[in-house]
Structures are given as structure tokens and as C-alpha cells.
T-cell receptor, first 113, second 114 residues
Framework: SQKIEQNSEALNIQEGKTATLTCNYTNYSPAYLQWYRQDPGRGPVFLLLIRENEKEKRKERLKVTFDTTLKQSLFHITASQPADSATYLCALPASGGSYIPTFGRGTSLIVHP | DAGVIQSPRHEVTEMGQEVTLRCKPISGHDYLFWYRQTMMRGLELLIYFNNNVPIDDSGMPEDRFSAKMPNASFSTLKIQPSEPRDSAVYFC????????????FGPGTRLLVL
């Protein structure tokens, strides 16, 4: 099954800078990859989905890239704000024939004012 | 829409007791998922249903765990008997259409087994 790797160390950045989070996977190329945001004491909230034939997806200040050669997705938040502080999870199908996502452990982002 | 509703939000029980967690998915969503989240293991899929039918329960840790979905608007996850290692946050999520591409999570139930 798929192994998903996200940096377990928190990412600390200054307000206004661009935050970049990484999601690496180890096995087959998934049909899609998702990013979710999770705040303390709450369930994950879906942010973006990018498909295998897409290189890049944008939504407001968010940008996701998907490199199937590197087996990596990058998640960018431009002009970051303290309100962006949260844990960000990536998710992708657990196996080649499945559409059911399996989640990475997440990376905590802390944006300092 | 109210979103996915879970109850209770917090549960404290003693080892050996039965625990029942409840979930109401978003109306019209065909898929329902139960997850468990811990610091050690992250977010793990326990079981999911499609149109009220259990499709994959391979993530259920052992026979002490069972899940049901008697109708499209209600599901339960039961632990009997509970053990301290079951302490975790349990999330229910629902999804429209095809296989959970976008999942909508409930607020979770924080379970503590003493």
C-alpha cells in the first residue's frame, strides 16, 4: 500500500511570507492527491484536489503542484497570515484500484505575526 | 446543511465498558467513513460504507470494534469491551459520489478509556 511522508517538524514562518509544505509518496502514482487543513479539536477540512494529469492547481492564496516523476506534491500558501496556522494533511488513494484516500500524518504550520 | 454530526463530542469511560459513537452524514452523501486519529498513528481509516453497505472493514483493529449503518442518515461505531489503548479521537466523514474523493469530516468524538 501507499506510504505517505510529510515533514513531522513544525514549519514556522513570518506573516506575509510564503509557506511551502511537502508531501511525498513512495509507491504507484495516484489518480489524485488532496490537501486538507485541520485545526486543533476539529475534523480535517478539504482544501484542494489535484489530479494526476494536472501540474498545478490554485485557489485564492493556495497553490498545489503535483510531480509524478518526483512522487511529490508541494502545497504553497502565499502572503501567509496567523490564521493560516494549522496542521495540513495530504491524502491520496491507498492502492492503485482504490479511490479511497489514505492520509499522511500532517505538518503543523505556525505563522508568526 | 449542518454538516456531519457526531455524538457524543467527548466520552470518558472505564476499561471494559461498552462505547457507542454516533454519526449523521450529510444528506445525499453515498459514502460514510469512520476514522481514528492518534498522535502515534495519525488518521487511520477503520471502515467505510457505500449506500449503507460495509465495503471495507480491514482497518477495524479487532473484533471488539463493530460498525453499522441501518439507514442513510445514521451510523454507529461500537467498542465492546473498551480498553485504554482505544483512547483516541474518532471521526466520521461522508462523501458524495465516487469513492470519497472529497470527504467532509465531523467534529470528532474524543474518547478516553481509563
Amino acid at each position: 500500500s501507499q506510504k505517505i511522508e510529510q515533514n513531522s517538524e513544525a514549519l514556522n514562518i513570518q506573516e506575509g511570507k510564503t509557506a511551502t509544505l511537502t508531501c511525498n509518496y513512495t509507491n504507484y502514482s495516484p489518480a489524485y492527491l488532496q490537501w486538507y487543513r485541520q485545526d486543533p479539536g476539529r475534523g480535517p477540512v478539504f482544501l484542494l484536489l489535484i489530479r494526476e494529469n494536472e501540474k498545478e492547481k490554485r485557489k485564492e492564496r493556495l497553490k498545489v503542484t503535483f510531480d509524478t516523476t518526483l512522487k511529490q506534491s508541494l502545497f504553497h500558501i502565499t502572503a501567509s497570515q496567523p490564521a493560516d496556522s494549522a496542521t495540513y494533511l495530504c491524502a491520496l488513494p491507498a492502492s492503485g484500484g482504490s479511490y479511497i484516500p489514505t492520509f499522511g500524518r500532517g505538518t503543523s504550520l505556525i505563522v508568526h505575526p | 446543511d449542518a454538516g456531519v454530526i457526531q455524538s457524543p463530542r467527548h466520552e470518558v469511560t472505564e476499561m471494559g465498558q461498552e462505547v457507542t459513537l454516533r454519526c449523521k452524514p450529510i444528506s445525499g452523501h453515498d459514502y460514510l467513513f469512520w476514522y481514528r486519529q492518534t498522535m502515534m498513528r495519525g488518521l487511520e481509516l477503520l471502515i467505510y460504507f457505500n449506500n449503507n453497505v460495509p465495503i471495507d472493514d480491514s482497518g477495524m483493529p479487532e473484533d471488539r470494534f463493530s460498525a453499522k449503518m441501518p439507514n442513510a442518515s445514521f451510523s454507529t461505531l461500537k467498542i465492546q469491551p473498551s480498553e485504554p489503548r482505544d483512547s483516541a479521537v474518532y471521526f466520521c466523514a461522508s462523501s458524495p459520489g465516487q469513492g470519497g474523493e472529497t470527504q467532509y469530516f465531523g467534529p470528532g468524538t474524543r474518547l478516553l478509556v481509563l
